[in-house]
Each structure stands twice: as structure tokens, then as C-alpha cells.
């Protein structure tokens, strides 16, 4: 039977890497320093048991919850959503190492981290990495992760070892005297790992001096191409119906052979892979154009998992998708999301990181600012996608041929989540309220 999706548009777009994760590589020469930085003494090589995929698990299902949450926490805010809950979660999986108690604790509820046995958690955190990371001629997705120290600091060592010796993150001294030339320093490096998409993720003031003492940093980047990519020919001027009104958008349209497809009460479901199979894009589009507020109302972070684990194994259907070219640059600073999701005493007095640095207890260093950037373009070739998380730390379906395709019309608002198919991983999500005008 033949399906009109024509109202609001819930997307969430789905980010994948199939492959088996790598034996834990060989300790690399250390490279050359940067510029203004000090190279901090290699670990010792850590003898660890690579962990399965399957170990992984909890680390990808308390993400997954985390995003919905995360999302549920900044619904409210105008226009275009896209954050990247993985890179998130990510520079907090640096942090965790060196929190202890309370702090600990609520860092690991918030993020999923209680799955994973303590002593394991660096080890599994860094196999997940590796499943997600891609490399080939139409797939990227790279993780990179740094912990940029005070100059005169010293990370005590079975941290260090975790996260520089385990989770292979770049360590430095950065003299954060010189603010500009600190902050100038990490947003290269940011750069440098999103494909220059990011910029100015440390923004000016944002380093204190002699009170910064330290800076975790996640950057991750993803280009793909759509394994059935749309024709440009076909994409053409039309109508999205946006909460302030009718906008004349960009709408490429192609008809799908197979494609997996949910239909469920209030909206449907579709997802788009990406050359490789192991990414997708699932889109989830409100039946009504006005629709969008109230399936996310409805949605849940258990029903959201539920949702993305049953399009692994929805019916493939023949599909008319209508979608629009969508660019998106945004910026956020999430201490009260994060707060307001229970991580509220990282924030306070009340911190306990005594597992980090050197002569620092419980109570001597709280986080200050949490920031992400992110960056979104799709268009008929393919998707590219990009975040960078920075934690500023301070003292003190069955294919039938002959149907009829379902339409599928993103021409209103929608969610999107990109996600790792293999282990379901949700890289990056957002909400397109509005794409760019079609004369830009």
C-alpha cells in the first residue's frame, strides 16, 4: 500500500563501521611536539587482552541512551539540532579514568560507563574506537582524542597510562600563561582532525590563567558516500514546511529498490546507507508536518535504542525518498544539560578527580566549561560530518519487487541519527528545523 509522508520530519541519522576490531598496534615513535608544547615521557608498553566486539556493547547502549537524553535536554532551543553524543561521551571516557566516589559514579550512570568493568574500561573504550574508525576510498571516520596538561603538572601514572599508554590519546604541556597561544594550539589540533570543519572550539577567555589546569579533547570526523547516491539532476526547488513558515529548499529525490522501512504510530522510519554498509543515516519522519514535537514528546532513550536496533532487521521495502540538502554549523556549551542529566557534582566543590594529576584530591579540580561544534552536510553525493568535544578543567523487512514504493518526503522538520550499524553507536544526531534557503 502506498504511504504519504508528508508532514514534520524526525530524522535521526545512524553512523556505522563494521569491522572487526584491530589487535591493540605496536607502540609508535613518539612524534615530533608542537609547537609550545612538552612532550610528556612515553608510558611503558601495558601488556592487555584485546577485548571482543561484543564487550563493547555497553559502552554503544549507554551512548545510545545518553544521546536521547542529551537530546530531550536542548529540544527546546530554536531552529537546526546537531550535536555528537559519541564524541561526548568519548572525552568523557578520558576523564573517567581519574574520577573516583560520587564523581565517578554519576559520570558512569550518565554515560553507560557502569557496563564495563573498571579495570577493563580503557581497553574496551579503546576497541570501540577501532570498530568505528573507518578508511576507505568512500568511508572515513576518524576518532582522535588529546589531554593538553598545565605546564609544571604531572598526571599520575596509571592515568597516564590509561589514556595515553591504553586509549592511545596525545598527551602535552601547554603553557596556559600564554592563553592565545594555548588556545590557538588546541584548535589546530581540532582542525587538523575534523578536516578543517571545526574552527575556534576553545574560544578567546576561555582559558583562565592559573586556574586552567587541563583540557580533554575529542575530535571526530566522517565522509562518506550514499550507496545509492541521488542524482543531482533530479534534485529540484520545493516546499519544507518549517515551524516559521513555508521555505523554498533544495529536495533531492530518488526511488529506492531496498531500503529498510518502520512504520510505527505517528511516524515512520527509513534508513539510508552509506557506501560499505557498515553506516546509515535513519531518518524519522512525523506523519503530520506539525508532527515532530509529539513523537519526540512520545519517544523515550529506551524506545529510541529499541527503535534503532529494530531497523537493523526492518522489512526492505521499495521507497520514494524525498529529502532535503541539509547544512548545519552549531555550537554549544552543555554544562547545564550534563548537569540537569546528573553529572552535577563534576561541576561543584564537590568533585572527586584525586586519580588525575599529581598533589590534586578530591575537591581541588572541578570542571569549568564542557563545549562541542559540530558540522553536517548532505547532499546527493554522500554525508560529511564533523564534532569536537573539549571538558576545560579548573582548580578549585522482506523486499517484495513489483510494489508500489512508499513515499518519504523530508520536506519538514526531522531528527536525524548517525550510527554505527555493528555496534549501534549513535556518532552524531540532531533535528533539521529548516535547511538553507535554495538561492544560497
Not at 145 to 152: I, P, S, Y
Not at 206 to 222: D, H, Q, Y
Request: charged share 20%; with cysteine; hydrophobic share 45%.
Amino acid at each position: 500500500m502506498r504511504r504519504s509522508i508528508v508532514p514534520a520530519l524526525t530524522a535521526f541519522a545512524i553512523l556505522g563501521a563494521c569491522q572487526q576490531p584491530a589487535a591493540a598496534p605496536e607502540p609508535e615513535a613518539p612524534a615530533a611536539p608542537d609547537a609550545g608544547t612538552t612532550p610528556v615521557e612515553e608510558p611503558s608498553p601495558m601488556p592487555v587482552a584485546t577485548p571482543t566486539l561484543e564487550a563493547t556493547a555497553p559502552l554503544s547502549q549507554g551512548n545510545n541512551l545518553f544521546a536521547w537524553s542529551l537530546y530531550e535536554t536542548l529540544e527546546s532551543k530554536p531552529g537546526n539540532i546537531f550535536v555528537s553524543p559519541a564524541s561526548i561521551s568519548e572525552a568523557f571516557a578520558l576523564l573517567y579514568p581519574g574520577a573516583a566516589g560520587d564523581t565517578a559514579t554519576q559520570m558512569a550512570g550518565v554515560f553507560g560507563f557502569d557496563g564495563v568493568p573498571a579495570d577493563g574500561f580503557a581497553v574496551t573504550q579503546h576497541t570501540l574506537n577501532t570498530a568505528v574508525t573507518a578508511d576507505t576510498e568512500t568511508t572515513k571516520l576518524t576518532v582522535a582524542n588529546a589531554a593538553w596538561l598545565r605546564e609544571g603538572s604531572t598526571f599520575q601514572a596509571p592515568y597516564r597510562d590509561a589514556v595515553e599508554g591504553i586509549m592511545k590519546a596525545k598527551v602535552a604541556l601547554v603553557d596556559f600563561t600564554q592563553p592565545a597561544a594555548a588556545a590557538k594550539l588546541i584548535n589546530s589540533w581540532v582542525e587538523d582532525h575534523t578536516n578543517d570543519k571545526i574552527h575556534d572550539l576553545i574560544p578567546p577567555g576561555a582559558i583562565r590563567p592559573g586556574l586552567t589546569e587541563l583540557i580533554l579533547t575529542n575530535a571526530v570526523w566522517f565522509k562518506a558516500d550514499w550507496q545509492s547516491p541521488f542524482k543531482a539532476e533530479a534534485t529540484q526547488d520545493g516546499t519544507f514546511f518549517a515551524p516559521s513558515g513555508e521555505i523554498t529548499a533544495k529536495l533531492m529525490s530518488q526511488t529506492l529498490k531496498k531500503a529498510r522501512y518502520l512504520s510505527r504510530d505517528g511516524y515512520a522510519a527509513l534508513d539510508l546507507d552509506y557506501a560499505g554498509d557498515d553506516y546509515a543515516l535513519t531518518v524519522i519522519l512525523p506523519d503530520a508536518q506539525d508532527g515532530l514535537a509529539d513523537v519526540a514528546a512520545a519517544m523515550t532513550a529506551e524506545s529510541f535504542t529499541t527503535l534503532l536496533t529494530d531497523m537493523d532487521s526492518a522489512s526492505e521495502r521499495r521507497v520514494h525518498v524525498v529529502l532535503p540538502k541539509v547544512r548545519i554549523e552549531a555550537s554549544y556549551e552543555l554544562n547545564d544539560p550534563l548537569i540537569a542529566l546528573g553529572l552535577g557534582d563534576a561541576f561543584t566543590s564537590a568533585a572527586d578527580f584525586s586519580g588525575l594529576i599529581e598533589g590534586a584530591g578530591p575537591g581541588d579540580l572541578v570542571i569549568s566549561k564542557v563545549l562541542q561544534k559540530t558540522f553536517l552536510d548532505i547532499d546527493e553525493k554522500g554525508t560529511e560530518a564533523a564534532a569536537a568535544t573539549a571538558i576545560m578543567m579548573e582548580r578549585t523487512a522482506i523486499f517484495i519487487p513489483d510494489e508500489e514504493p512508499v513515499e518519504f518526503r523530508a520536506d519538514h522538520p526531522f531528527l536525524i541519527a548517525l550510527r554505527h550499524k555493528p555496534t549501534g553507536t549513535v556518532m552524531f544526531m540532531g533535528r533539521v528545523e529548516a535547511p538553507p534557503p535554495a538561492e544560497e
